[in-house]
Structures are given as C-alpha cells and as structure tokens.
C-alpha cells in the first residue's frame, strides 16, 4: 500500500496539499465503479477541514466549505467531467455507523460520480469501502502538522 508523508508549516500548505490530492483525483483516468471515498482522522484542530477547503476549491466548489458540525452532512454540486457530487460528512457527533447508513451512505458510495470526504472516519470504519484514500493527521505544534496518506492502487 502506498504511503505519503507530507509536512506542512502553514494552513496554507496544508490546502495546497489539498488542491495536489485534487488535481491528481481529477487526473484519475480509472474507470471507477465506485465513488472516490477519503477518510480524514487526526485531533481537533490539526487541519482535516483546511485540507478539505484546499481539496473542494481545486475540485470548483465556490462556496466556502466550513467545518459541518451542526450537520453531519453537506452536498455541493461538481461540474466535473467525471464527477458531479461532492460530500462533506463529519463523523464526530455520530453515535455509530449505523446513523451514517440511515442517512444512505452505502448508495453515495456506489456512485462513481460523488466524491466523499468524511473527517472523524475512525468512528465509521467499519463502513469504509476497501479502496478508501486514508489521511492522518498529526499537529506537531504551533502551525506545524504531519500528513500521512494511504492508499490502495
Ligand atoms: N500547517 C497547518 N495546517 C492546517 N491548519 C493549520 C496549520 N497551522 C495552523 N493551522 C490552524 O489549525 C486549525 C486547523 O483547523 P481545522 O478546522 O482545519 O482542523 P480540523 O482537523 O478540521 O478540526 P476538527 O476536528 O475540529 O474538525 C486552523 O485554525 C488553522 O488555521
Ligand atoms: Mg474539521
């Protein structure tokens, strides 16, 4: 399985690593049967929704993507060759998986149109489908912060 490391020093940094995770998604010439599914874990505040905001504007979202908190799920729409949903989901206030399948997670995962970013997806793993891009996140202090990315090819 390949494995990225990747420093950042600035959130800066951290959406430009964003933005290369998004370029090389949209370069993907697979024949996907499935939705592009990323699975963020790391701590409060050590930087998955500003990699996502990176992510989301390279990918042409124009709203500005938040942290979804209050919602544990928020749709914009692509205007992409090969992908048209993209699904901003945050696990930490889900109790477990199933609450995350009540809402259809298993359909948005069999769309190969939707892109699916899900922070907190340690509390769902059991649900994650096995060709899912894995990214760790570690805060190293200050503005510093540790990438660690997996990924099946
Ligand atoms: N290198 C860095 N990369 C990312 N964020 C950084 C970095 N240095 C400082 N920051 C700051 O750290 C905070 C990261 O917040 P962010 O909302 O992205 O974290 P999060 O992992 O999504 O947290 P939560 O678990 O609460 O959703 C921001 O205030 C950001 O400005
Ligand atoms: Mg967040």
Redesign the pocket.
């Known amino acids: 399985m390949p494995t990225n490391k990747i420093i950042?020093?600035?959130?800066q940094?951290?959406k430009k690593a964003g933005m290369e995770l998004a370029m090389a998604i949209k370069d993907g010439k697979t024949a996907a049967k499935y939705a592009t599914v990323i699975a963020f874990e790391?701590?409060?505040?050590?930087?998955?929704?500003?990699?996502i905001q990176g992510l989301a504007a390279e990918l042409g979202v124009k709203e500005n993507v938040l942290?979804p908190t209050f919602v544990i799920q928020k749709d914009f729409s692509l205007s992409l060759e090969n992908y048209k949903n993209f699904y901003h989901i945050?696990a930490?206030r889900l109790k477990n998986s199933e609450e995350l399948l009540e809402l259809g997670f298993s359909d948005l995962v069999k769309n190969p149109e939707n892109i699916i970013v899900i922070?907190?997806a340690d509390k769902i793993k059991n649900i994650l489908p096995s060709n899912v891009i894995n990214i760790n996140?570690e805060n190293l202090g200050e503005?510093?912060?540790r990438l660690i990315i997996n990924f099946k090819i």
């Open positions: 950042t020093n600035s959130s940094e951290t790391g701590d409060l505040g050590s930087g998955k929704t500003t990699f942290s945050d930490y922070e907190w996140f503005d510093k912060r």
